[in-house]
């Protein structure tokens, strides 16, 4: 079973910020963020661990909630680079193994 | 760091050929890579996980002899897809998984993957 994103999309204007929210139906070890461009690789973001941790660099940070099993990406004043569809992969072993979700397509216009 | 490339970036070939795909980590050590197919605005569906030096392990449903997997050393990956057919063509993407100890981040790096087209 994948975990499940939401929203499925979400238009922005540049400036403004959005939250996407990544929900698993079994216990976390790791939730790892990822943005993937058309027809590129996905680029990798950053990774939370167990214990409830908060991360960010520059105007992108996510949040990991361990009890609810849940993530949520945070991106604000949002630029036209963060165009893309971004995925959630959740860690369930210590081997390295991602399940990935669905994807969220996020567009940022002028 | 943490750079991973794949080769080729695109093939198209006919139908019942096989096609061999190269994944290397350019500048860290991998002790697991792993093999996706991407379809057209869906998601990674991970097909195998090769660790270096033993067999690959396969996800339910993807077929080990049509999908042959070799892990010849620490940065190379390969995928070779064995007569292959039209409903084969899709976005592979190789991802190799860091080794904290060495610098990089215990995650995975991906490959700018390979799109395989099969007339």
């Known amino acids: 079973q994948q975990p499940v994103q939401s929203p499925q999309a979400v238009i922005l204007r540049e400036g403004e910020d959005a939250v996407i929210n990544c929900s698993s139906s079994?216990?976390?070890?790791?939730v790892h963020w990822y943005r993937q461009k058309h027809g590129e690789a996905p680029i990798f973001l950053m990774i939370?661990?167990?214990?409830?941790e908060q991360k960010g660099h520059d105007k992108i940070s996510a949040s990991f909630n361990e009890k609810k099993q849940q993530s949520s990406l945070y991106l604000t004043a949002s630029q036209l680079s963060y165009s893309g569809t971004y995925f959630c992969?959740?860690?369930?072993?210590?081997?390295?193994?991602?399940?990935f979700g669905q994807g969220t397509i996020l567009t940022v216009h002028p | 760091g943490a750079v991973v490339s794949q080769h080729p970036s695109r093939v198209i070939c006919k139908s019942g050929t096989s096609v061999k795909i190269e994944c290397r980590s350019l500048d860290f050590q991998a002790t697991t890579m792993f093999w996706y197919r991407q379809f057209p605005k869906q998601s990674l569906m991970l097909m195998a996980t090769s660790n270096e030096g033993s067999k690959a392990t396969y996800e339910q449903g993807v077929e080990k002899d049509k999908f042959l997997i070799n892990h010849a050393s620490l940065t190379l990956s390969t995928l070779t897809v064995t007569s292959a057919h039209p409903e084969d063509s899709s976005f592979y993407i190789c991802?190799?998984?860091?080794?904290?100890?060495?610098?990089?981040?215990?995650?995975?790096?991906f490959g700018p993957g390979t799109r395989l087209t099969v007339l």
């Open positions: 992969g959740e860690g369930g072993t210590s081997y390295g193994k991602l399940t």
């Open positions: 079994k216990a976390l070890y790791s």
């Open positions: 939370l661990l167990k214990g409830g």
């Open positions: 991802s190799a998984r860091g080794d904290p100890t060495s610098g990089v981040g215990d995650t995975q790096y």
